[in-house]
């Protein structure tokens, strides 16, 4: 098994070995945007335009590849901690440049690590505010070293979170936050653009680090609002890569032109219903309990997602992609959750209180005070959108007045941002390992950050477990840990699984080639994920 696992690593080193040369230059790649128009706004620090910006305008200093493993450096040529990992060295390749030929240097590096310290909202890896990261200096131009408040052997993992962004430019800007960024000066592979109301061409960066790439000359991102929009973009040879869901893919997509449209599904994040416990009912562990209990996960996930992704059947944070890390204990313990068992959602709540005392079929609270609240999903995702009208139905079965609230891309951000929402359908972070996941989930240094810790459940004893677990690299010490906060997602349920999600990846190879597949997984093909983006943006190339 080993020798066939490290053949397959080979045969894929051998692939990325290919002499650039060999491949012709040239060609476009077309990626839809889930919107009805495109701001040219290339901030990268409010969020609204990340998709078009990371992996494409500004290289990392190196990606972490979960599909292979491998680390592959970028703007860093290395990346070393020292021997008791209280502080870690970037040493930046030669002869750097950003896109308006001035050199990109360690200057750059640490104005870019500055800038996270002194405003928050740039601090996009969290190493400032957890308390991480203590000092950041230049040791020559190409040589930055951090040095840390505490033990920690995970920095390099958070590091592809922040951007690299030119002094230059930069300094100037009296808000950085409300900065347009134009004209973009940028590290990427793609740094000229071009925009209009409905589409956005990034082109060629010709002072990329990276020789003879990328291969292909522009990208261009097309707004398609929701998944017909997409599924008929694809079908009219309109986009080459798609990433959402698409309905009966085989008969309403391959079919069409089986020689050139194709999907690849590997395990994905898990899709999770998020509660906001700061608000009623949704503060009381016995209602999320019923809640739970009242969905049939299995029905939901063949009827809205056509049998794609995979129910879940446990509760306590991971789904699929981190199966090697289950604890067949700990789930077994609260899988019980998981079960489709509306009888036992109504024997809790009726204990708990909530009981119908006006005769309209839905419960009131333990207070008389009418429950009625939605579940939150994004306009045009019709997946999500049929899922959360599920969940409404199967709750009213047990008398939970729910229903289904969708709304624009715009208020669903902000939403999650601002802990405004009452229930809201939401992925995870997967990331280089599941404690990443957790650390979302629960560190307080994310609320605020990540859409995932806004449910109000967060606490101290939670933060040192996730500190902990970068302080050492004993596998045992890290298992325990693991093992204590899946018990406590599964006894304290700030959110409830769903199921796990595909990677949603359609790809046409009608004018472009180069694509990861099954046969050749050179990395998850995530759309929104920068490691994807970047490594097959510079991978694909025009049809030979």
């Known amino acids: 098994m080993n020798f066939i696992r490290s053949l397959g690593l080979l045969l894929i080193s051998v692939i990325w070995a290919l002499p ?10 077309r990626a839809p945007m889930n919107a009805e128009s495109i701001h040219a706004e290339f901030n990268p620090f409010d969020g609204s335009q990340d998709d078009l910006i990371k992996g494409v305008i500004y290289e990392p200093l190196l990606l972490h590849n979960s599909m292979t493993g491998e680390v592959h450096y970028r703007l860093a040529e290395s990346v070393t901690y ?15 440049q950003w896109s308006d030929g001035q050199a990109l240097d360690a200057d750059d590096i640490v104005f870019s690590f500055d800038l996270a310290r002194k405003v928050p909202e740039v601090d ?8 991480t990261f203590k000092t950041v200096r230049k040791l020559d131009n190409r040589t930055v070293r951090i040095d840390f408040n505490t033990v920690n052997a995970t920095v390099d993992w958070y590091l592809p979170e922040y951007y690299m962004i030119p002094q230059h430019v930069w300094s100037q800007q009296s808000n950085v936050l409300e900065f347009n960024n134009l004209p973009i000066v940028g590290s990427g592979p793609f740094t000229e653009v071009e925009a209009e109301e409905t589409e956005v061409t ?3 960066n010709n002072r990329y680090w990276e020789a003879g790439k990328p291969y292909i000359d522009c990208v261009q991102f097309l707004a398609r609002f929701g998944n017909d929009s997409v599924m008929n973009a694809l079908v009219a040879d309109e986009i080459d890569w798609g990433a959402g869901f698409l309905a009966d893919i085989d008969k309403n997509y391959v079919a069409k032109d089986p020689e050139h449209y194709h999907y690849w599904y590997p395990s994905s994040d898990l899709i999770n219903l998020y509660f906001n416990t700061a608000k ?5 562990l016995r209602f999320r309990q019923a809640f739970s209990l009242a969905m049939d996960r299995e029905t939901i996930t063949l009827l809205a997602g056509f049998g794609n992704p995979t129910h879940e059947k446990h509760v306590t ?9 289950f604890n067949d204990a700990v789930n077994g313990k609260y899988d019980w959750l998981a079960e489709y068992n509306p009888d036992k959602a109504r024997e809790i709540l009726d204990k708990a209180g909530y009981k119908d005392r006006d005769g309209d079929g839905y419960r009131e609270d333990p207070q008389g005070k009418e429950i009625k609240f939605g579940i939150r999903a994004v ?12 969940v409404a139905e199967y709750l009213g079965d047990v008398g939970i007045h729910a229903y289904a609230d969708i709304v624009d891309w715009a208020e669903y951000d902000s939403s999650l941002k601002n802990s405004t929402y009452e229930v809201s359908m939401n992925w995870t972070l997967t990331g280089p390992d599941p404690i990443a996941t957790y650390r979302d989930y629960y560190h307080t240094s994310r609320i605020g950050q990540a859409w995932q810790a ?9 933060d040192s477990l996730i500190d902990n677990y970068a302080k050492t690299t004993n596998p045992q010490t890290r298992k325990n840990i693991l093992t204590e906060l899946m018990t406590f997602t599964g006894e304290n349920l700030p959110f409830v699984s769903l199921w796990s999600n595909p990677t949603w990846y359609q790809y046409n190879t009608k004018h472009i080639q180069g694509w990861p597949t099954a046969d050749n997984p050179y990395v998850q093909p995530w759309f929104f994920n920068q490691t994807a983006k970047l490594l097959m943006l510079t991978t694909v190339h025009k049809r030979q």
């Open 20 to 29: 650039s040369f060999a491949i012709e230059q040239g060609g476009m790649v």
């Open 82 to 96: 020292n021997k008791n990992n209280t502080s870690l060295t970037i040493k930046l390749r030669p002869n750097l």
């Open 124 to 131: 996009r890896g969290g190493l400032w505010s957890d308390g």
């Open 202 to 204: 990034v082109c060629r």
């Open 280 to 284: 009623k009912p949704f503060n009381d």
């Open 317 to 325: 944070g991971i789904g699929l992609y981190w199966q090697a890390y």
């Open 379 to 390: 306009d045009g995702w019709t997946d999500w959108m049929a899922t959360v009208a599920m």
């Open 454 to 462: 806004n449910h109000g459940i967060n606490n101290s004893r939670l």
